[in-house]
Every structure is written in structure tokens, then in C-alpha cells.
């Protein structure tokens, strides 16, 4: 018996692979897209993390006008922040371990930004209140920003230490990238200071949002002013 190929078969089964192709290919696009999409999106993130704030140009030594009491038998640390920025959070906890590592022969201040005519729980915030539980600082509302701008700070999170004569030995952020805790140059620099009271001076990068920027992320989205 002749036995004809059943042409009708092949062709069916062609078919069949032409309608899948479409399927595969546009999964696969899709998932392309979506790798590219999250890297893009990684890449982002790494570089807003990984990119300081304006540095500071603080005065060599302690501004006579500042309402802050120095130390005169030890250093005397100053962190500008805005009380909304979490990028600042990580800086507290670091502060938190610089004043464990000195164990009491530093004096602290958190200076938190109030603009004028807000209320006052605009700054006492949960960073006011981690700042305020460590042994050691204290927590100011600087109002209209006037201690920030006598230390010249421009980002959340700057951080000054002066010696008990008053010189400028460190200035600068104490964390690694923003948000982001763990060993880093500012806080090694600041306890190796207060610890071998060394006169060396030290520059770090600092992580955090703009003081001042009216249309930075840390600025106020939920309160109104109060005509106190």
C-alpha cells in the first residue's frame, strides 16, 4: 500500500508554532522590560543614596552668637537636622553610638529646624524623641533656623565638633550614604577625636536632605502654620 503524508497534519502543527511564537516573544519582551525597568530603578536608588548634600562652611571657631553652651572640659558635638528627614534617622542612631563609644566626655546637641510660625509639633517629632533619649544630648528647636545658619548647614544631618578651646576639628555627616548606618569615616573621625584628643581635622561627606530647599522631600506636606 502507497501511504500518502497527511500534509494536513504538518500544516496544523505549524500553525499551532505560529500562533506560540507571538505568545513567547511578547513574554519575553514583557520580561525584558520589566529587568530593564528594575534596574533602571536600582540604579536610581543607589545613585540618590550614594550622592551628598551641599557641604558646610562652618566658623573655625565657636560663633560667639550662638545660644548653645560649649563645653569647656570637653568637646562639644552640634548636628543641624530637619525633623522630617529620613534620611536622618541612620545619623541619630550613629550619634547614638558615638556618644557610647566617648562614654560621657562629649557634650551633644540635635538642632531641629523650626520655621517660623509653626507649631512646635512640627518639630518634636519621632526623630526629636530618639535624639532626646540619648544619654548625653540634648535636642533644640532652632527657630527660623538660626543656629543652623551661624554653623552655615545646609543638609540634614551636618555634623560639627569643636574642641573645649572652641576650634573647628570636625565637620561633616557621620554616615556612610543616606539612610544608611553602619561603620562609616564620620563617626570613626569623631570618636577617634574625643578618645585620643588628637587636633587632627576631619571632612566627610554628609548624607541627607536640603534645610531649606522649599521643595525638598523633608519639607512640611501635613501641617499648616499656627499663629501662635
Keep these: ?41 536600582l540604579g536610581w536608588l543607589s545613585n540618590y543614596a550614594n550622592t551628598p548634600g551641599e557641604t558646610a562652611a562652618p566658623p573655625a571657631q565657636w560663633p560667639q552668637q550662638s545660644a548653645l553652651l560649649p563645653s569647656a572640659e570637653h568637646g562639644t558635638l552640634v548636628m543641624v537636622a530637619h525633623p522630617h528627614c ?21 557634650t551633644a546637641y540635635v538642632v531641629f529646624l523650626k520655621p517660623t510660625g509653626f507649631q512646635d509639633d512640627w518639630t518634636r517629632t519621632d526623630l526629636w524623641r530618639s535624639a532626646e533619649a ?3 544630648v540634648k535636642a533644640i528647636a532652632d527657630d527660623d533656623g538660626h543656629e543652623a545658619r ?12 569643636y574642641d573645649k578651646t572652641g576650634q573647628l576639628l570636625f565637620r561633616g555627616g557621620i554616615t556612610a550614604a543616606r539612610g544608611h548606618s553602619g561603620d562609616n569615616a564620620g563617626r570613626s573621625a569623631i570618636i577617634s577625636i574625643v578618645n585620643s584628643e588628637n587636633h587632627d581635622r576631619f571632612t566627610t561627606p554628609v548624607f541627607g536632605c536640603p534645610l ?17
Design 1 to 41: 500500500m502507497n501511504f500518502k503524508p497527511n500534509r494536513n497534519r504538518r500544516s496544523s502543527k505549524s500553525d499551532y508554532s505560529g500562533a506560540r511564537n507571538p505568545k513567547i516573544i511578547f513574554i519575553a519582551a514583557t520580561i525584558m522590560s520589566w529587568l530593564v525597568l528594575v534596574c533602571a530603578g
Design 134 to 136: 540619648i544619654p548625653g
Design 86 to 106: 529620613p534620611c536622618t534617622r541612620a545619623s541619630i542612631g550613629e550619634l547614638a553610638s558615638i556618644m557610647a563609644h566617648t562614654q560621657g566626655r562629649l
Design 212 to 228: 531649606f530647599d522649599p521643595g525638598s522631600e523633608c519639607r512640611n506636606t501635613g501641617k499648616e502654620k499656627n499663629a501662635n
Design 150 to 161: 551661624l554653623f552655615q548647614s545646609l543638609t540634614s544631618g551636618q555634623t560639627f565638633l
